[in-house]
């Protein structure tokens, strides 16, 4: 069973809600996908039965084609936002931590050529493993967090905030400005290049810019 855990592993007590996810977010992945920035964030969401924990096996489905790695820094929300202005936002975040948005890519590929949502190659159950959150109060540059994730000993994502065409607070002032973000909602921030495919028995890496290290492995199911 879920629940939001800080990054020594002890619950943290909000309620699990949303998770908002941010597509189109940094250049490098937009050129890699051959497709063009968005004049606004490009929005979607997963369900409260999406998340689960990174540190224990990821699952991906066995019959439904090519899962791939998408890793983004992930944000807990703390504070009910509504048409917040950045400062609110800022004081609103209880913390930061990194998540998979796991994609179904076959499966996307099909839904961007009819034309129709991408909740059946994003939605899934355990389709957003997310680590422990690091208070933000412990943070002090968020434009400036580095992350990684490696596959069987092989870096294949980088990333750096810094690089986000949107940065963190101000994507959450506008989307708070589409719909309110509650307390306990999570906000998955994009994703850099390097997106592939996830195969059984593969060893994954995770780390944030110094604060933790997570080692997991994959489980076709």
Sequence with gaps: MYRHLDNLDLPIDLPIG???????????????????????????????????HLQQPIKIPAQRGQCHNEVEIAVLIKDRL????EETVSG????????????????????????????RAKAFDASCPVSGFVPASQIPALQALS?????NNEVRQQGNTKDMI????????????????ESGDIVMTGTPSGVAALHHGDNV????????????NVVAV
């Design 92 to 119: 609103g975040l209880w913390g930061i931590g990194m998540g998979l948005d796991l994609t179904l890519r076959d499966i996307q590929s099909t839904l961007k050529q009819q034309g129709h949502p991408w909740e």
């Design 205 to 216: 890496e995770a780390s944030l810019d110094g604060y933790f290290l997570i080692q997991t």
């Design 166 to 181: 949107r940065g963190i607070i101000s994507l959450i002032a506008e989307i708070s400005e589409s719909f309110t973000l």
């Design 82 to 85: 509504c048409n917040a202005s």
């Design 18 to 52: 949303k998770v908002v996810c941010v597509g189109r977010n940094y250049l490098d992945h937009v050129r890699e996908m051959n497709t063009k920035v968005s004049e606004q964030a490009l929005l979607f969401m997963k369900p409260t039965t999406a998340l689960c």
């Design 147 to 151: 992350f990684t994730l490696s596959v």
